[in-house]
Structures are given as C-alpha cells and as structure tokens.
C-alpha cells in the first residue's frame, strides 16, 4: 500500500482539520488548500504526503485530498510518493499583479526612499502641460502651498515634469513647445523653448533631472523616469528638499542615486504587472 493510499487510515492526533473556524465568514477548506500550497517552498520544492501534513497540520487524509485536487487543477504534480508544485501557481501571483495601479506599485518603494533620506517623495504622470501627483509621502512640509493626490503644477518648471517632457516623441514635444505657456514662477525658471530643449537633452543623456528653485524659492527637486515594460516613459519619481539643506553637490552625490534606483525598481514591479 501506498504512503497515498495510507493516508484514508484513521489518525490518531487531532490536527488542523478538525479546528473550528475563526469567525462565521471564515472559509477553513480555503485556507488549508492555501497552506498546502505554502507548505512548498526553496528548502523544501518536493514533499511527501507525510511532510505536506506534518507542515499544515492537517490529517493525511485531509492532505491527499487537497494534494490531489491541486493535481488535477494543475498546480501540483505526482509521482505517486513525491509532491511539488508547478509553474501554474504563479497565476496566482500574476492575478494579484495585473490589478495593481501605478500607485499601488510605486507607494512601498516611496515609502522605502522616504524613510532612507528623510524627504518627502511623489510620482506624477503627464497630463497636457502639467504634471499630476498620483502618489506621495510626505516627511515635512518645504512649499507653500500643499500637495496632495491630484495636485496640479506646470511640467516645465518641475523636475517631474522635465523627465516627462523629456521623454515625449519629438512630434509630441514640438506641440509642447508650441503651445505651452512657459512662465516664470521665480527669477530661476526656464522660460524659453531653446533653453527648455537643451535640459531636455541633457535629461535624456544623464537619466535624472535637478529642478534648483525654478518652481518656488528655496525647493530644490530632483526626479527621475519610470518606464513600462516596452521602456516608455510613463511617470516620474521625485525627491523635495529645501535648498538649505543640501548643496547641489550633495543632490548629485547623494539624492540622485537613490531617486534613480527607486525609479528602476517601480519600473521592474510595473513591468511585471503588465507583462503577466
């Protein structure tokens, strides 16, 4: 008889299949099939019927019926004895990953840039001339006027925005040009298309753009481009600081690295979403 076929003897130890449920909407089968599935992992990619119910805690009994059922769904094989999973369980994963937004995607490493360099950090996404924030953190209040999700600001005065321009097709940013209405916020801004077109280019050779008090006095920004899975320019990733605080010395040395290696993991988690 088989370590299979063994598993419809009676046991003799009370296990995780006869525990009540935690709440009335607590689905106990669904959770035990989530933990048969766990119960595989890097130490342990093949398992026994034994294993698998000695690391649930469930009957033998119980345990084939849930290794067997994963079986005929696909996302376990047999051998009669050995047990592992399939590469169908990453479905599972990849359902969780097609439904997240940009901002679910970019938050975690916002929040992770944010603690590592104690400024307020945002993504923003181009819409017409202006950029729009569609995620931030804040650690402490630099502009005047606040920022929240939805806030608007022209993308020619921004570190964000000059990522996304540059960014555009050439079509696309000769419309820009032509039409934007490239104002002075303080006596530090762009305010010329030819100007604008040479820091464009410059953010197209260097892969990250510093804004230095062009959108308000005594900001200093700096941002770099989030790119989907075909490598298009789709958000930005930005670091405030007042100017006080560091040199621009220090931005480049210290700020930009970890603002462009913030921007290289949303694009990486982004790209998984839309490529699965």
């Given at each position: 008889m088989?370590?299979?076929?063994?598993?419809?003897?009676?046991?003799?130890?009370?296990?995780?299949?006869?525990?009540?449920?935690?709440?009335?909407?607590?689905?106990?089968?669904?959770?035990?099939?989530?933990?048969?599935?766990?119960?595989?992992?890097?130490?342990?990619?093949?398992?026994?019927l034994s294993d698998v119910a000695k690391a649930t805690g469930?009957?033998?009994?119980?345990?084939?019926?849930?290794?067997?059922?994963?079986?005929?769904?696909?996302?376990?094989r047999t051998d009669g004895s050995l047990f592992w999973l399939t590469p169908r369980v990453l479905e599972l994963g990849y359902s969780y990953l097609s439904s997240l937004t940009l901002p679910d995607v970019a938050r975690p490493?916002?929040?992770?840039?944010?603690?590592?360099?104690?400024?307020?950090?945002?993504?923003?996404?181009?819409?017409?001339?202006?950029?729009?924030?569609?995620?931030?953190?804040?650690?402490?209040?630099?502009?005047?006027?606040?920022?929240?999700?939805?806030t608007r600001f022209p993308a020619h005065a921004t570190s964000m925005g000059r990522v996304l321009l540059a960014g555009l097709s050439p079509e696309d940013l000769d419309a820009y040009l032509d039409r934007a209405d490239l104002r002075p916020l303080t006596g530090r801004t762009v305010v010329t298309p030819d100007q604008l077109r040479a820091e464009l280019d410059t953010i197209r050779r260097d892969g990250f753009c510093i804004v230095d008090q062009e959108l308000e006095e005594g900001l200093r920004s700096l941002?770099?481009?989030?790119?989907?899975?075909?490598?298009?320019?789709?958000?930005?990733?930005?670091?405030?600081?007042?100017?006080?605080?560091?040199?621009?010395?220090?931005?480049?040395?210290?700020?930009?690295p970890a603002v462009v290696a913030t921007a290289a993991a949303i694009s990486t988690d982004l790209a998984r979403t839309q490529t699965h």
């Open positions: 088989s370590e299979i076929d063994a598993a419809t003897a009676p046991q003799q130890n009370p296990s995780a299949d006869d525990t009540p449920a935690a709440s009335p909407d607590f689905v106990q089968s669904l959770a035990r099939g989530l933990a048969v599935v766990k119960a595989f992992d890097a130490t342990h990619p093949r398992r026994t469930l009957t033998r009994a119980t345990a084939r019926r849930f290794l067997l059922t994963l079986a005929e769904l696909g996302y376990v490493h916002l929040e992770a840039l944010a603690a590592s360099v104690h400024e307020s950090t945002s993504v923003s996404v181009l819409d017409g001339d202006d950029i729009v924030y569609v995620a931030r953190v804040p650690v402490s209040r630099i502009m005047t006027v606040s920022i929240t999700l939805g941002a770099a481009p989030i790119r989907d899975a075909s490598g298009t320019v789709i958000a930005a990733v930005n670091i405030s600081t007042h100017a006080a605080r560091y040199t621009l010395d220090t931005v480049r040395g210290e700020l930009v």
